[in-house]
């Protein structure tokens, strides 16, 4: 297999958004390395999970030490680990070889990993003071950890369900124009990543200035399935990059737009962020893992880290379930004028099988 430059392997292996601890202290190490690995050895994105776990669970065994020194070969451990952790999944992307076990062992692994060190750190830590605040401590981030999971995959099953929800009602209206909605045209990824942030914030500007605000709880870009809208130009055309596709949508769905009406700052925050492939979400999973097994044991402070990152932790994903909160108001509205949309339709049908009889007879 040949394996492609480094600037092309970037583009492949490495995500459009991602955490910033990823973006900026593990895919300088880890991207070329997966390009080393696929070039000259046989290692297989298995073989990689299995080598972060095993970094993983040595991490947790100098941590249980609980002596400073053991601390700091724990904290280098964990985020080696946690750098083959990443390289797994670019090696896959890479080479074609992933597999849907792979992704299987990839997650059980990194909560093997997290239960772990959470154990071993505070354990060693209880052992060291006998202060049972760090048994609570373990607790809590293991709990953590496997809440902010679990609440990911379900957020992520409501937006699905939204979407499928609507686009099942847009079958039921006669000559629905082209539809998309606003989080896939800000997915589409630009020529490369440089110009990404650039086309993400030009399309979205696009729609937001071709439409007018619709009805109470529906989202400005949405105007009914029988209203003419401005077509949204397609991502290449929205970047500058191309003309654009004939074929685009004509009617943009946003189901954030009553967050964005009501946080408008946040757009701009957002696009900083976007042209540097950080995601907006700053403390997830991953910057709770590092604070708790890194940054706290390099810097001594385990207790007063832990629960400054576990509060974090708690504020970020509670914004993120009040944003929740918001679009399935504008899933409400979006579907509340779809519903009438289809009623009057039906009632014109209706009408219209009423009058052939009158209509038949008179003639």
């Known amino acids: 297999m040949e394996i492609p430059p480094l600037a092309e392997v970037r583009r492949l292996t490495e995500k459009k958004r991602d955490a910033w601890w990823t973006v900026f202290l593990v895919d300088p190490v880890a991207t070329p390395l997966v ?79 997290v239960v772990g060190c959470a154990a071993a750190l505070m354990g060693g830590q209880f052992y060291r003071t006998d202060d049972p605040v760090y048994m609570w401590l373990a607790l809590a981030v293991i709990f953590l950890d496997a809440l902010r999971y679990l609440d ?9 369900g939204m979407r499928k929800k609507i686009q099942k009602r847009l079958q039921e209206v006669e000559e629905a124009k ?6 896939d045209l800000l997915r589409e990824r630009g020529e490369d ?15 937001r200035g071709a439409v007018k605000p619709g009805p109470r709880n529906v989202p400005a870009q949405w105007n009914g ?31 954030q737009e009553t967050f964005k009406q009501r946080f408008g700052p946040y757009e701009r925050f957002r696009d900083f962020l976007v042209k540097h492939r950080v995601r907006p979400h700053l403390i997830s999973g991953i910057e709770f893992q590092m604070a708790v097994f890194i940054i706290a044991p390099l810097t001594g402070a385990i207790v007063g880290v832990t629960i400054g990152a576990a ?16 679009s399935t108001r504008d899933f ?19 009408a219209e099988d009423g009058a052939t009889p009158l209509q038949t007879s008179v003639s």
């Not at 990911?152 to 937006?159: S, Y």
């Not at 990404?196 to 914030?201: G, P, R, S, T, V």
């Not at 409400?332 to 009438?340: D, P």
């Open 35 to 113: 390009r080393w690995t696929a070039r000259w050895t046989r290692v297989t994105p298995n073989q990689i999970t299995w080598g972060a776990l095993v970094l993983g669970l040595g991490a947790a065994a100098c941590f249980a030490m609980a002596d400073w020194k053991w601390l700091i070969i724990g904290a280098v451990l964990y985020h080696v680990s946690f750098i083959l952790d990443c390289m797994d999944g670019k090696l896959a992307r890479l080479t074609g070889k992933g597999s849907e076990f792979g992704a299987w062992l990839d997650y059980i692994f990194d909560r093997i990993r």
């Open 152 to 160: 990911a995959l379900q957020i992520f099953k409501v937006r699905a």
């Open 178 to 183: 082209p539809t998309a909605f606003m989080e």
């Open 193 to 207: 990543d440089e110009t990404q942030a650039e086309a993400d914030a030009q399309a979205a500007a696009k729609v």
């Open 225 to 255: 399935p029988d209203t003419s809208t401005a077509r949204v130009p397609a991502a290449a055309d929205a970047a500058g990059t191309g003309d654009a596709d004939e074929d685009g949508p004509e009617r943009v769905i946003d189901l």
């Open 311 to 326: 509060v974090l932790l708690l504020a970020f994903e509670l914004a993120i379930i009040y944003k929740l909160l918001l």
């Open 332 to 350: 409400e509205g979006v579907m509340a004028q779809l519903g009438t949309q289809v009623r009057e339709q039906d009632g014109a049908e209706d």
